[in-house]
């Protein structure tokens, strides 16, 4: 597996692998890393499609990506991914996934159209007091001392983040800005996640800094993420013939350990509450889904809490039996070992009549019913003692849904406090009460918030113990390698899995581990795109150098005595240059 870039290999078919039509493959899960693998096998890889097996807990496709209509308790998301232009793997693979809404298209090309045609942007942010706007202004509010701690951790290396947290290398003067709001809530950082992880975002993710405070560098989907991206997966996988095995818990992979080489031998599972072995030859090649951030998740309903379920779920006991093999299988409890530290808690509020609409449209500046864009992003309650924030997307955002309800996506990243106007925790609350909160938030006069939660809304909640795992701080191998050092005919895929330069809770991110895993063990002559280089372009660096300063010059800064004399002796020397000419255009000068 190598990497690549530009346009020459992103167009190019591979020939057919060597042996292809000998192999089988068996991927333990039915998430986005799987899927997007068993896609892979199809397209690059010319596997025969019933010669590959998806092995899922669930009676049903997805995994984190989700979206129903509970035929008892109603609409339920989750949460959702942001998604951008440059995520190189992600196009690639749904350039190739024929459309369920538009015909003769692809995925892809039903998504370009709708961002083209209804491109996203937030007129508002952030509220304050009930509804008024908390003018952020698209401000970063950076001090001088905020600014240069950025820009350290920017150029940091990776080993000196190691186990660190985010509060190692920041100050108070860094948490009162609206950069550490527009980033905790947008991406869901504590300040006691890594270090690292942080870093590894700012430098991903450089180009779209401009963007951060209106979502404009935000595009999404045309309906929920289950059936805009698993469903057409899902449909092209089953016209292929490839074999989905529902209600299957694999319990462990058991391999043969040599010095030199790693084969796994056999998946341990239980189909439908009967133990079975499955035995593997060399040439039966295994992708396994190490870890997950929804799993344990629970949801109650208007009158009953989500239950707080911490005990250890099924994919990390898999991933603990397989790590206890060999320590190149990474080391689960960094990341699972701590549900105080990685939970948060969500909640699916569906509006039923027209009382609560216009509290909405007041804040969003648009109207909820128009099809498009609505909030543009969330909306944080920057006083809310939940750091509550809010969205909605297009509506509808299920095809089932009547077109006088609107789906609302609610989430508390401080579950243990108790709120403003309920006063006891997020993960304590029914589905009514977590209502209540938010409308206490939109406005909504207090003597008519209890019976507009009760009879003008229903509420999902959804606790979920494992939500951040990934931004456990952590130290080199805490993360095994897509393929560790010496596997055959195994890889790891999805947010768990250890890939060069791309950050976790990314769609992205599972479809490039799934596509490194695929290229990797078929040996798949074509380059995988590489990570958009956005953080070694110095027109990038100096763009977004001048949008975190908020429009303040390099003149404005104030810089000990030697260091300023050090700067006019720099823009001295680059007087009548082309430096000049960059910084004059990217307004640093």
């Known amino acids: 597996m190598y990497y690549s870039n530009g346009n020459y290999e992103a167009f190019a078919r591979p020939l057919k692998p060597e042996n292809v039509d ?6 333990v899960g039915a998430g986005l890393g799987s899927l997007a693998a068993a896609c892979f096998l199809v397209r690059d890889g010319q596997m025969k499609g019933e010669r ?3 092995l899922e807990e669930l ?7 989700d979206g129903i209509n509970d035929s ?3 609409f339920i998301i989750r949460g959702g991914r942001e998604m951008e232009n440059h995520f190189e793997c992600l196009w690639d693979l749904f350039r190739s996934i024929p459309s369920l809404e538009v015909e003769d298209a692809s995925v892809l090309d039903e998504y370009y159209w709708l961002n083209k045609k209804d491109p996203n942007y937030s007129l508002m942010r952030a509220t304050v007091n009930r509804g008024e706007d908390a003018h952020t202004d698209k ?4 001090s001088d001392k905020a600014s240069l701690e950025i820009i350290h951790l920017f150029f940091t290396k990776d080993e000196d983040l190691y186990d660190k947290k985010i509060s190692d290398v920041f100050s108070e003067d860094f948490y009162k800005s609206n950069f550490w709001l527009y980033w905790r809530t947008m991406f869901a950082f504590e300040d006691w996640h890594s270090a690292l992880e942080m870093k590894l975002y700012i430098q991903r993710f450089i180009h779209h800094i401009g963007g951060l405070p209106d979502f404009t560098a935000l595009k999404f989907t045309k309906y929920n993420q289950y059936e805009s991206l698993i469903l057409p997966m899902v449909k092209y996988l089953e016209a ?5 095995h529902y209600n299957t818990v694999v319990t462990n992979v058991v391999f043969d350990i040599t010095k030199d080489k790693k084969v796994a031998k056999q998946i341990q599972c239980i189909h439908e509450g009967k133990e079975e072995n499955i035995d593997l030859i060399e040439d039966d090649l295994v992708f396994v889904t190490n870890g997950s951030c929804t799993e344990n998740s629970t949801v109650g309903d208007n009158d009953h809490p989500a239950i707080f379920n911490n005990s250890v779920g099924g994919c990390w006991q898999l991933w603990k039996n397989i790590a206890a093999q060999d320590p190149s299988f990474g080391h689960p409890e960094k990341f699972c070992g701590d549900t105080k530290a990685t939970n948060w808690e969500s909640a699916t509020v569906t509006t039923l009549d027209n009382r609560i609409p216009p509290y909405i449209e007041k804040i969003c500046k648009r109207d909820p019913f128009s099809g498009k864009v609505v909030t543009g992003g969330i909306i944080t309650v920057k006083d809310s003692k939940w750091l509550m924030s809010y969205t909605l997307n297009r509506q509808p955002h299920f095809k089932e849904q009547p077109k006088d309800q609107l789906v609302v996506w609610v989430y508390g990243l401080f579950t243990d406090v108790p709120g403003d106007y309920i006063k006891k925790p997020m993960k304590e609350c029914t589905g009514t009460e977590i209502t209540e909160e938010w409308l206490y938030h939109l406005g909504v006069p207090e003597a008519e918030i209890h019976d507009m939660a009760v009879n003008s809304a229903r509420c999902i909640p959804c ?5 951040t795992a990934f931004f456990m701080p952590r130290t080199e191998g805490d993360r095994p390698k897509v393929v560790p050092e010496g596997c055959v005919n195994f890889a790891f895929l999805g947010q768990f899995a250890d890939t060069a330069r791309d950050t976790v809770f990314t769609t992205e991110y599972s479809v490039r581990t799934a596509m490194e895993a695929v290229y990797t063990l078929l040996n798949v002559d074509r380059g995988v795109p590489e990570v958009f280089g956005s953080c070694y372009d110095v027109r990038v660096l100096l763009d977004s150098t001048s949008k975190m300063m908020d429009g303040k010059k390099l003149a404005d800064v104030k810089l000990p005595l030697e260091a300023n004399l050090a700067k006019k002796k720099v823009m001295k020397k680059v007087s009548g240059t082309v430096i000049e000419d960059l910084l004059k255009r990217y307004n640093l000068i």
């Open 22 to 27: 000998k192999k089988s493959a068996y991927l």
């Open 52 to 54: 590959i097996h998806i």
């Open 72 to 74: 008892q308790r109603g």
């Open 59 to 65: 009676g049903l496709p997805g995994g984190a990506c």
């Open 463 to 467: 606790m979920m113990p494992y939500v």
């Open 240 to 244: 292929h013939g490839v074999k989905f």
């Open 139 to 142: 401000k970063f509010t950076l």
